[in-house]
């Protein structure tokens, strides 16, 4: 179920324009699947899980977005705006473990695990741009500096309990765990593009890009004792410090002659990354240049058909979750 609503409102008053928008979103997501696994053991017995999982997330969004546009000319704006967000959200997983040995017919009990997690994501954007058009259609500059601040703060606690095949529940097998991970983010964006048309029909692109990325995530697993007291699980706990420097330069030119059309270009990055693990005292540094082609050529028979030779190199940059080096801990027996 999702439901929400957004409110807009726009004044302008000779050169600048005044513009504010709010947004606020509900949703409550459910989920199930399934999991079935053997494991082979040494003695040549086959250990077999049968899981079933159920998941049921709701959250809350906000969002204020504010700013002006400052007109010098209707050829040169300058627009300056800043973003608040802000997602709550509750998050239970419910999991059923059954356990077999070699078949379906030696039943050896089941577990029940769940989490219940609070998560607050509240975060922040800046934003300065400025565009330039000239009087040649399509010509045109623009430079902006973003500005992004994000933080994550999860608290999860676990409890699983383990019964007999009668149902009857083994105190020793119970467990009660806390996983605290506290996620920061900074990132500064400076980007500039120029566009020139050409010829008739020809264009003429370039542009520079440095974009600054620092992130800490404090990583924290305890789990209760026979006493009572919550003792840090070995291995997980530490802070993972991420910094990321990328300057990149792009230059692409194209044109159209009769039925044919080209374009090509290059982008070339140099990448400064480092990684630290703060508890265990590793540090990864590592840096590198690389250069990113492309080209198409085009052939049009008519209007409606075409054909089309392309080439060009990409890179996916990891996600936050990809260089993350902890668990997901919501499972006792499958990590990511």
Avoid: C
């Amino acid at each position: 179920m999702n439901t929400g609503f957004t409110t807009n409102l726009n004044y302008r008053h000779k050169r600048i324009n005044w513009f504010i928008n709010y947004g606020l979103a509900y949703r409550r997501t459910p989920g199930i699947s399934e999991l079935y696994q053997e494991v082979y053991n040494q003695d040549g017995t086959t250990s077999i899980l049968s899981q079933n999982n159920s998941i049921r997330v709701t959250g809350l969004n906000n969002n204020l977005r504010g700013g002006l546009d400052y007109y010098f000319n209707e050829n040169s704006i300058l627009t300056g705006s800043y973003l608040w967000r802000r997602s709550d959200v509750r998050r239970i997983t419910d999991i059923r473990y059954e356990d077999y040995l070699n078949s379906f017919n030696d039943y050896l009990g089941y577990s029940l695990r769940r989490q219940d997690e609070t998560e607050a994501e509240p975060n922040k954007e800046a934003i300065i741009n400025y565009k330039r058009t000239f009087a040649e259609k399509g010509h045109e500059f623009v430079a902006s500096f973003t500005y992004l601040n994000y933080w994550e703060r999860s608290d999860q606690l676990f409890t699983e309990n383990e019964f007999s095949t009668q149902g009857e529940e083994i105190p020793e097998g119970s467990l009660v765990q806390t996983s605290l991970n506290d996620e920061y983010e900074n990132q500064y964006l400076l980007q500039m593009d120029y566009v020139k048309p050409y010829a008739s029909k020809g264009k003429l692109e370039t542009g520079l890009r440095t974009s600054f990325r620092e992130m800490e995530n404090d990583y924290l697993v305890q789990e209760q004792n026979e006493s009572g007291d919550f003792v840090t699980l070995p291995g997980l706990d530490n802070i993972f410090l991420y910094n990321e420097n990328i300057l990149a330069a792009y230059g692409i030119v194209g044109n159209e002659t009769g039925k044919w059309s080209y374009q090509g270009g290059f982008r070339a990055e140099y990448t400064d990354v480092e990684t630290i693990l703060v508890e265990t005292n590793e540090n990864n540094p590592r840096s590198y240049t690389n250069l990113f082609p492309s080209a198409h050529l085009t052939y049009n028979f008519t209007e409606e058909n075409a054909f089309q030779l392309s080439y060009s190199k990409r890179v996916r940059r990891p996600v936050y979750n990809d260089l993350s080096p902890y668990v997901t801990f919501s499972d006792q027996r499958n990590f990511f």
